[in-house]
């Protein structure tokens, strides 16, 4: 049976999109969002001093982001706690995921640290009383706890929670959600440009962005 979709070709669609039209502004407004969803303070402030572009947000709130993060991949999970209550309270107060997954990260560091009894007492009053009304949560509790059990974690089928990428993970989890109560563009722009592209995978087949990263046409398939 022959597909209903539209083809259109990738000269066709580079020619669509070189009308698409761009103001300068809305480019530098861009550029600037990219800059403060990185983190890169100093490269935002000499840009806003040569295009006039302010950020939506206060510059100093970036430092502040990047503290947290900081902490969190430090495994200083209780400190970037207080810093992510410092900036905004109702950061963990309106996300229980991402408040167990440092709770969860603050019990990897006690195991790590050999403070096993501390462990199991934190695990108990922490995070038990959470993980009991929600399945996801026993399971990733019971994973962590098993750790103890092993005097060579190299062995655990669970090891992998002390891998310094456990840390990475929770840290960048953090970042997004630091990153979403400032209400960055970019990432809202990257979601958009998903959802109108699998809509219009319905319709026809065309060149299309799968590597969001370097932005690439990538030629339509049936």
């Known amino acids: 049976m022959a597909s209903s979709k539209k083809l259109i070709s990738r000269e066709e669609w580079e020619k669509r999109l070189n009308n698409v039209k761009i103001r300068k502004e809305d480019m530098n407004k861009l550029v600037m969002n990219f800059l403060v969803t990185e983190g890169n303070v100093e490269a935002a402030k000499k840009f806003r001093m040569e295009s006039?572009?302010?950020?939506?947000?206060d510059l100093a709130t970036i430092?502040?982001?990047?503290?947290?993060?900081?902490?969190?991949?430090?495994g200083n999970v209780k400190d970037a706690i207080e810093k992510i209550n410092d900036?905004?309270?109702e950061i963990l107060d309106t996300n229980p995921q991402l408040f167990f997954q440092l709770q969860q990260q603050r019990l990897i560091e006690l195991i790590?640290?050999?403070?096993?009894?501390?462990?199991?007492e934190f695990a108990q009053e922490e995070l038990?009383?959470?993980?009991?009304?929600?399945?996801?949560?026993?399971?990733?509790?019971?994973?962590?706890i098993s750790l103890v059990a092993f005097e060579d974690t190299s062995n655990c089928p669970v090891g992998e929670l002390l891998d310094i990428s456990q840390r990475l993970k929770t840290a960048s989890e953090v970042n997004a959600a630091v990153l979403t109560s400032q209400n960055?563009?970019?990432?809202?722009?990257?979601?958009m440009l998903i959802w109108a592209q699998n809509k219009?995978?319905?319709?026809?087949?065309?060149?299309?962005?799968?590597?969001?990263?370097?932005?690439?046409?990538?030629?339509?398939?049936f």
């Open 87 to 89: 900036l905004n309270p």
């Open 128 to 144: 038990a009383p959470r993980a009991e009304e929600n399945q996801s949560f026993l399971e990733e509790l019971e994973r962590t």
């Open 112 to 120: 790590r640290n050999g403070k096993v009894e501390e462990a199991l």
């Open 63 to 74: 430092t502040d982001r990047m503290a947290v993060k900081k902490a969190a991949q430090c």
């Open 184 to 191: 960055p563009k970019l990432p809202s722009l990257l979601k």
């Open 52 to 57: 006039g572009t302010h950020p939506d947000i």
């Open 200 to 221: 219009l995978d319905k319709k026809a087949a065309y060149p299309c962005i799968n590597d969001l990263s370097n932005a690439i046409l990538e030629d339509p398939t």
